[in-house]
Every structure is written in structure tokens, then in C-alpha cells.
């Protein structure tokens, strides 16, 4: 379906549009005039010339009136009407208004007064008769009907006589007028088909970089920027100019992106690198103890009080390597699933948690200020129950746990703090990564399913500490995650 | 190369003597033109025929003859007076008006349609409601010439037969000086009534009906004795003789009958004075109003 809102059509056509009104209202603008002066002209034209021709009767009508010779006045007349299709009327009157000759005689009898047919021809008998100096009457108007009348008074010896009227139609202007404005319309037309395809090519020529330049910008705008291709550069004006340094910042964001991607690449590859090498140390270690243990274990199979050594020994070494690879498999598939909870099973940690403590003096203070009803992801369970265990970790006799959730606007915030031993300023920055540990029989991996979860969550963790003092861990997520249903 | 140049010198000489034989001015040298006034002939100044005319009489006299145009029979009648023309052909009316001495004597008279005579006409325009002459009482009144018997003196005798003058009888009257302009003026209704030859509207009527058909006649006068050619008085009679022979003996040659076709006449005759008794009774009634009237309608 076509735009119908102006503000949204494209530069080029409404430039072209804009071309297009300016050339027909210029066109139609200089033709009203032309054809408007031309008519002026020529109905001035036409009044000179019935001034002309009455002058021509009022020459000789002196001499005639006098005489009486009524039939060479109607002669004139007739002459008059030979000469000039464009008469309508001609006559003489003498000063009482009395016809001398018309050029109707049947209508108009000799002798008699002149009986004007309406007002205006009234209005126009008294003004005839009242004039003492050549002067033309003109219909006015633009129609087909109009006339120019020239009216000369006759004296003979200063004496008045009376007065020739001639009227001549402008029929004929009217229609050579007609004519010359159908031509000027006919030109102004061209004018109009020819202008607005030159203001459309203009137009376009002209607005095609900008064009050009918007949907580089829309490509950019959507992250796309790998198909883009130059714009071709036309002249130096200001457009050319913007399109250089389009092209040159779209060239410069293509290789950024490019160099990003890249990073962001060989960053995956260290992480991957650096998991692998985790994995491999952690598991290897165990692994190299445990064949250890089973070839003594073989070459000596009736010693059963190395069995009773040895055994306890690899079950151990088997168990850590079971919990890196749960832990891994935590870490690396936390988008599969993802079952929401009560928020009462966090408060079951609680209980967990006292228990993996179990004879140690650690004390724990739980505060849980969140809705009763709040639903939330599984994952939550499992990152509070990581930092609880890592509180229990570092703690000797006399710690002491403060676990606090609370809601603050649309984020659900758990706090757990420890007064232990506290992390240092240097290793801060490794804390959340794969098999990074200060414990010595950590696996490294508690903190980094902390974090993956939380981001994962869209959460954020934030980490406050100081040596010798303990340490808090705050974790937010977003109550709208949580609570979906 | 020299019998040539002879012969070019003697055929110089031979051109030299026929140029200066065929000089009309240097044949006719001897004798003055003959001067022949009229008014316009039948219906306007038809130069081509007057100049047909001409030559015709003027190989037939071997005189050269010389057409003088004239508006109006009163200035023919004063061409003729003061012996400016010879002949001319002018109306009944002037030609009965006393004169003393006389200065015109009558040479030939125009046959028409078997018999020397004509009519006036009194015409109106043919949608008009006019029915008699008196109907027109009132009205405006086209008179031809002043001088004319068809377009003035007979309504004017009309007029005098009800105890009636012009300018009071008619609303306006005016002089056309010729009858075919007369009908115009009554086909155009600038006119309501008109008096004409019945010589000039049947003419009319033949060569352009579209004029006479807008007319219409509601009085016929009585037959008059048609317009005659009068010679001024104190001519030669050798040169009258010649010519009343020549204009009499027009029927019998072809050249002339062609030229009396083109004037529908049937020839000219020699007819008695006796023939425009009508016209002179006429006159003489009006005659008393005559010189004033006259100055008072066509000054």
C-alpha cells in the first residue's frame, strides 16, 4: 500500500514534485499573462478602430445631416459594414437623438428617436449623446458577447450636429484569445511533462548517494556490514564529500568488526584453552595417583591391608573427579532447562548447609525478606548453595554466615557474607574463573558455575572484600525472571 | 552585311510611318469628340459596357465618342445647356420642362418590350402591411432622382391629386439619384415606399432577383414615354443625323444588338414629341411647387 503521508515519501520525488508545481505555476503564471496582455492590447486595438471608423463616418456625415441626404449616410454606414466583418452596429443621430442612418433600418427608422433596447443600452444612448469628445465604450469582461464602441460627436461650425456610433464585436478577439491560451496551456503542459522528468532525473541523480548513505546506515543500524559496498563518488559538493567519509567510516567499522570478531574468537579459544588445560591437570592428578594405587594393588592381591589403605584412597581421587565433571557440565550446559522453584527451597539450604558444617563452631544467620510466594529459577538454588559452601570452606571455628534476601524494585538480591579470612587485592580479578582456587583441595570451579549461572540469568554479582575481614558476596537477578511462571 | 543594314533602316522608316498613321489624335485631328452625357445606365457606372458602347458608336460615326458621367439629370441637363455635351440621354421630365430658348431637341427614343414606353413603380419592402399609396402616408419615401419622370414627378403628381406636398405627406423623404439604389434602400427598409423606372426593376429582377425579391409593387403608373436621347439645340445636323442613324440602326448588326441585349432594349426609334404628353401634363400640374420644392428636398 502506497505512503500516503508526505512527510514520509522519499527526497527524490518530492524534490521532482517540488520542480514540477514550481514549473506549472510558473508556466500557467506567465501564460494568464501573456494572454491577458494580448487581450488587453487587442481590445485596445479594436477601440481605435471604431473611433477610427466613426471618425471616418463623422468627416463627411456634417455636410450630409445638413442636407439632409439621409441615403449617403446610410450609404457610409453600409460602406463601413463591407469594409469590417466585425461591426455590429453603426449609426448617426442627429442632437435630438433622432436616427439619421443605421446600419439596422428596419429596427431602427429613420427620423425617429433612437429607443434603446435595455438599460445598459440606455445608459450607454445617454452617454453617447452627452459626449462632447471622441471616447470609447467598452462591454468589458472576457466573453464572447463584448464589444468596443467608438463614439465621435459631428459639429459643423462648433455647432453640435449629433453623434456616430459605431461598435465593433469582439467575437473575434474572443476567439484568437481562446486560441492563444489552448496554445499557452498546450505549452505550459509540455513545459510540465518535460520539467518534472528533468526534476525527477535531477532529482534522483542528485539524492541517489543520500539514498545510497541511509541504507548503508539502516545495514549498520540491523549489524550488518560485511555486504556493504561503496558509494559511488559524484563531483566534490557536500554530498560527494559525505560520501567519502561514508565510505571511509564504513570501511573503518568493517574492520573493526572484524578485529572484534576476531578477538572475541581468540578470546573463546584461551577460555577453551585454558578449560582444557583445568580439566586435564585436574583430572590427570587424581588419574596419575589412582593407576598408582591399582598397580601396587595388582602386583601385590593378597595384601589386604593394603587393600584397606588403597581403597578409601581411589574412591576419593574417583569422587573429585565425578564432582569436576558435574560441575563442568553445570558450567558449560546452564542453558539447558531451567525448572523454577519456591522461593522456600533456597530456605532449605539452610539446613543442607548446617549439616556439611556439622561438628565446626560456624554460625549461621538467615534473613529472608523476599515475597513468600516469589517463584525462582532453580539455577538461583544452586548459586546461593555454591557461596554458602565456599563460606563454609574458608571459615575456622567461630565464623560466622549471614545469608539476606530481599527485593529491591523488579531485582531480587541475595547477600551472603562471611568474616573470613577475605580474598586479596591481587587475585581478585581470577576469582570467577575455571580451576582457579586458594583451597588446597578446591576444584576451582564453584565461583565460575557462580558466575556463568548468574550471567546466565542476566543477574549481576558483585564481590566486596577486604583481607582479614570476610568477605560479601551480593547476587541480583531480575524478580521478572524469577517469578515467571 | 551592308543589304542588311539596308533593310533594317527602310523597315525603321516603314514602323516610323505606320506609328504615326495609327495615331487617333493625328487621323481624327480635324474633328473635336463628340460628347455623349449620361447618368448611370441601367443600374450603375458599368464602365466595360459604357466603353463597349463607345467604340461601337465610334467605329460606326468614325468620330471619336466620348461618354460623360454624370450623378444627376440636372447635371447632365447643365452639360447640355452650356454645350459641354452633344447628346445625351436623359428622363421625360427634364426633357418636357420649359426652356427658353429651347437648347435640347429630341433625337430617338429607346424601344422597350415592343413600344416606347415604361412605367413608375411604386414599391415597399415585401413584408411590409403596405397595401395602397396612401398606406404610406407617414412614412419615409425613397425618391430617385429630382429630375426624374418614374422616381419623383409621378408620386409627386400623386401627392398633388390628394392636395398633398412631400414634406408633409411623408415623414421623410430622401434622393437615392438612381433607381437601382432606390430598391436597395426600400429591400433594406431604410425606406418604407420608393418610386422607380419600371425599365430599372425589371431589369433588376432579371440580374438580381435577390434584391427586387425584397420588394414588393403596389402601384403601376400609367404608361409614359421611356427616357429619351436628346441632341443640344445649334448641333451640326450633319452629326445629329449621324447619330440618330447610327443609335437607330443598332438592331441591325450584331455588335449592336449585342450591346441592346446587355440593355434589354429592343432598338431606338424615331418617335414624335406627341410621345411625352403624359409627362408634360404631369409637369405642368406640379409646376407651380416645382423650383421651390425641389431646392427644398435636395439642398
Not at chain 1, 219 to 241: C, H, L, Q, Y
Request: proline share 4%.
Amino acid at each position: 500500500m502506497p505512503n500516503l503521508n508526505p512527510k514520509s515519501w522519499p527526497l527524490a520525488i518530492k524534490l521532482s514534485l517540488t520542480i514540477t508545481a514550481v514549473v506549472t505555476a510558473v508556466g500557467f503564471m506567465i501564460g494568464t499573462v501573456m494572454v491577458i496582455q494580448d487581450w488587453t492590447r487587442a481590445h485596445e486595438v479594436l477601440g481605435e478602430k471604431a473611433l477610427l471608423l466613426s471618425e471616418s463616418v463623422a468627416i463627411t456625415a456634417p455636410k450630409a445631416i445638413v442636407r439632409k441626404d439621409f441615403w449617403s449616410l446610410y450609404l457610409g454606414l453600409k460602406n463601413l459594414r463591407s469594409g469590417s466583418n466585425e461591426i455590429i452596429s453603426a449609426m448617426i443621430l442627429d442632437a435630438e437623438g433622432r436616427v439619421q442612418a443605421h446600419t439596422n433600418p428596419a429596427k431602427n427608422p429613420m427620423g425617429l428617436r433612437f429607443s434603446p433596447e435595455n438599460e445598459l443600452e440606455m445608459d450607454l444612448y445617454g452617454q453617447a449623446m452627452g459626449a462632447r469628445k471622441p471616447v470609447v465604450f467598452s462591454s468589458g469582461g472576457f466573453n464572447q458577447a463584448g464589444f468596443q464602441e467608438g463614439v465621435i460627436p459631428i459639429f459643423s461650425d462648433q455647432k453640435y450636429l449629433g453623434v456616430v456610433r459605431v461598435r465593433l464585436s469582439v467575437a473575434r478577439l474572443y476567439e484568437k484569445a481562446k486560441t492563444s491560451a489552448l496554445i499557452v496551456l498546450a505549452l505550459v503542459l509540455c513545459f510540465v511533462i518535460i520539467g518534472s522528468a528533468l526534476g525527477t532525473l535531477v532529482s534522483r541523480h542528485m539524492v541517489k548517494p543520500l539514498t545510497a548513505v541511509t541504507q548503508g546506515l539502516e545495514a549498520v543500524g540491523r549489524g550488518e556490514m560485511t555486504d556493504f559496498s561503496p558509494i559511488s563518488i559524484k563531483g566534490k559538493d557536500e554530498i560527494g564529500r559525505l560520501s567519502v567519509t561514508f565510505n571511509q567510516i564504513m570501511v573503518e567499522l568493517a574492520e573493526k568488526k572484524m578485529l572484534e570478531e576476531e578477538v572475541a574468537m581468540s578470546e573463546k579459544l584461551v577460555a577453551l584453552g585454558r578449560i582444557t588445560a583445568g580439566v586435564a591437570h585436574e583430572v590427570n592428578n587424581p588419574l596419575a595417583g589412582l593407576l598408582n594405587c591399582i598397580d601396587t594393588l595388582r602386583k601385590h592381591p593378597n595384601d589386604k591391608a593394603l587393600f584397606e589403605r588403597y581403597l578409601p584412597v581411589i574412591d576419593q581421587g574417583l569422587h573429585r573427579i565425578k564432582e569436576i565433571v558435574h560441575n563442568l557440565l553445570v558450567g558449560l550446559r546452564i542453558e539447558e532447562g531451567d525448572e523454577m522453584v519456591g522461593i522456600d527451597h533456597i530456605d532449605k539450604l539452610r539446613d543442607l548447609i548446617k549439616a556439611e558444617i556439622a561438628e565446626r563452631d560456624i554460625k549461621i544467620v538467615w534473613e529472608n525478606q523476599a515475597d513468600r510466594n516469589l517463584s525462582i529459577s532453580g539455577k538461583l538454588e544452586q548459586i546461593v548453595y555454591n557461596l554458602l559452601r565456599n563460606a563454609v570452606e574458608v571459615l575456622t571455628d567461630g565464623g560466622v554466615i549471614h545469608c539476606r534476601m530481599y527485593q529491591k524494585g523488579s531485582y531480587l538480591t541475595i547477600e551472603v557474607e562471611d568474616n573470613g579470612p577475605g580474598i586479596s587485592a591481587a587475585i581478585r580479578n581470577q576469582l570467577f574463573d575455571p580451576f582457579f582456587t586458594t583451597k588446597s583441595n578446591g576444584t576451582g570451579l564453584g565461583l565460575w558455575v557462580v558466575y556463568r549461572l548468574t550471567q546466565n540469568l542476566e543477574g549481576i554479582i558483585e564481590v566486596e572484600s577486604e583481607e582479614g575481614q570476610g568477605t560479601t558476596f551480593h547476587v541480583s537477578v531480575p524478580v521478572a525472571r524469577a517469578k515467571a511462571a | 552585311m551592308i543589304s542588311l543594314n539596308v533593310c533594317l533602316k527602310s523597315a525603321r522608316l516603314i514602323c516610323l510611318f505606320l506609328a504615326l498613321a495609327t495615331t487617333p489624335g493625328f487621323a481624327v485631328a480635324a474633328d473635336p469628340p463628340i460628347r455623349f452625357g449620361l447618368t448611370a445606365v441601367v443600374v450603375t457606372e458599368n464602365l466595360r459596357f459604357l466603353d463597349q458602347w463607345s467604340d461601337y458608336l465610334a467605329a460606326k460615326m468614325d468620330r471619336e465618342v466620348e461618354l460623360v458621367l454624370r450623378k444627376s439629370y440636372r447635371e447632365v441637363m447643365d452639360l447640355l445647356n452650356s454645350g459641354a455635351v452633344d447628346f445625351a440621354w436623359i428622363c421625360g421630365f427634364p426633357y418636357v420642362q420649359k426652356r427658353d430658348p429651347e437648347t435640347v431637341q429630341l433625337l430617338t427614343v429607346p424601344v422597350y418590350r415592343g413600344a416606347p414606353r415604361y412605367h413608375s413603380y411604386i414599391i415597399v419592402p415585401h413584408n411590409s402591411p403596405y397595401k395602397r399609396f396612401s398606406d404610406l402616408k407617414g412614412k419615409i419615401f425613397a425618391f430617385s432622382d429630382p429630375d426624374s419622370n418614374s422616381g419623383f414627378l409621378y408620386p409627386l403628381d400623386l401627392m398633388v391629386a390628394r392636395e398633398e406636398r412631400p414634406e408633409s405627406y411623408f415623414r421623410q423623404t430622401f434622393f437615392t439619384f438612381n433607381h437601382a439604389e432606390t430598391v436597395q434602400a426600400v429591400s433594406e427598409q431604410f425606406a418604407d415606399g420608393g418610386a422607380v423606372d419600371s425599365y430599372i426593376w425589371e431589369y433588376l429582377a432579371s440580374y438580381s432577383p435577390e434584391m427586387t425579391e425584397k420588394t414588393r409593387i403596389i402601384k403601376k403608373s400609367p404608361s409614359f414615354g421611356f427616357p429619351p436621347i436628346v441632341a443640344r439645340s445649334g448641333l451640326d445636323q450633319v452629326t445629329v443625323e449621324l447619330m440618330k442613324n447610327t443609335l437607330e440602326n443598332m438592331s441591325r448588326d450584331s455588335a449592336g444588338q449585342s450591346l441592346l441585349s446587355q440593355l434589354k432594349l429592343d432598338g431606338f426609334g424615331d418617335y414624335s414629341d406627341s410621345l411625352f404628353n403624359d409627362i408634360r401634363a404631369m409637369a405642368n400640374r406640379v409646376q407651380i411647387d416645382d423650383a421651390n420644392f425641389q431646392v427644398q428636398l435636395a439642398e
